[in-house]
């Protein structure tokens, strides 16, 4: 049996706050350009996996399609 079978719906809590930042980032944007809460509110979902990290110089974040 798969693990999918026995959950059903699969859902990550998301704040208000989270929810309106996930919906500015439907494209690359980069992380010098975002103010310092919203660079915490990306770390916070980085590590949600609801955005991903690109780059290492200058990193920007992007929704991650599941």
Same mark, same amino acid.
């Given at each position: 049996?798969? =693990?999918?079978?026995? =959950?059903?719906?699969? @859902?990550? +809590? *998301? $704040?208000?706050?989270?929810?309106?930042?996930?919906? !500015?980032?439907?494209?690359?944007?980069?992380? %010098? %350009?975002? *103010?310092?809460?919203?660079?915490?509110? @990306?770390? $916070?979902?980085?590590? !949600?996996?609801?955005? =991903?990290?690109?780059?290492?110089?200058?990193?920007?974040?992007? %929704?991650?399609? +599941?």
């Amino acid at each position: 049996m798969k =693990i999918n079978e026995l =959950i059903g719906d699969f @859902a990550i +809590y *998301t $704040t208000n706050e989270e929810q309106d930042f996930l919906s !500015k980032v439907s494209r690359p944007v980069k992380m %010098a %350009a975002l *103010t310092e809460r919203e660079r915490v509110i @990306a770390e $916070t979902m980085i590590r !949600k996996s609801l955005l =991903i990290k690109i780059g290492h110089e200058d990193p920007s974040v992007v %929704a991650n399609e +599941y």
